[in-house]
């Protein structure tokens, strides 16, 4: 690969504005770097990171299995590649989920961060909301957090866990090791940071370390 390369999960969901958040960041860090959809498995070998976007995680569960994109997805998170998933990409990489009205659910789902993570764990879609979140760890005070039919974690389920940030005692942003898991929306804000963050990791990970044409530094 000739230059950075992030992939957007293009199943259903926002994409777009995933696509349009992260060229932002890139160019914040003035970093060169291409973000393209990723549609079929072997798109997943062309990419150093890809992101999970929201929308409703059984539409993107059942087609990205269909397509064989879950395994796929798996073994390259296995092999060191970053995964950062926003609302319905965060209930996709999770464990465990349950429903908020109906408890527990089957579908299809990753389950490569040990959580149990509870969809529509702040309401329905007329209960969406804003509210500026605390993340330390990212250096983010006051970050702007953008909830639509959001979920929660209720429960981590290992001590690789490290917990971001909490909103009203509910746990919203999660991290374990290689993937990173939040329950709302940066992509709909012009706030950088997180995508940043994600970016970071990309560059820490085994994919860019061991490539010996690394071409990526500003």
């Known amino acids: ?96 989920i349950s429903d908020a009205r109906t408890g527990k659910i089957d579908q299809p789902i990753l389950g490569i961060l040990d959580v149990e993570v509870v969809r529509n764990a702040f309401g329905r879609q007329r209960e969406s909301f804003e509210s500026y979140i605390e993340i330390p760890k990212i250096n983010k005070n006051s970050f702007p957090g953008v909830f639509i039919r959001a979920p929660a974690i209720c429960s981590v389920l290992s001590n690789e866990v490290e917990v971001l940030a909490i909103y009203e005692d509910k746990m919203v942003a999660v991290q374990q090791n290689n993937g990173l898991g939040i329950s709302f929306h940066p992509e709909l804000t012009a706030d950088t940071g997180i995508h940043e963050f994600f970016i970071k990791l990309i560059l820490k990970s085994p994919l860019i370390e061991n490539d010996e044409e690394n071409v990526y530094e500003r």
């Open 1 to 96: 690969m000739e230059q950075l390369r992030i992939g957007v999960l293009a199943l259903q969901g926002d994409v777009s504005e995933h696509i349009d958040i992260t060229y932002l960041a890139l160019r914040e860090m003035a970093l060169r770097g291409e973000v393209i959809i990723v549609k079929s498995e072997d798109q997943i070998d062309e990419v150093h990171g890809l992101i999970i976007p929201g929308g409703e995680s059984t539409t993107i569960g059942r087609v990205a299995e269909r397509y064989g994109l879950l395994s796929k997805i798996r073994d390259a998170h296995s092999a060191g590649m970053p995964i950062f998933g926003t609302c319905a990409g965060l209930i996709l990489m999770a464990k465990h």
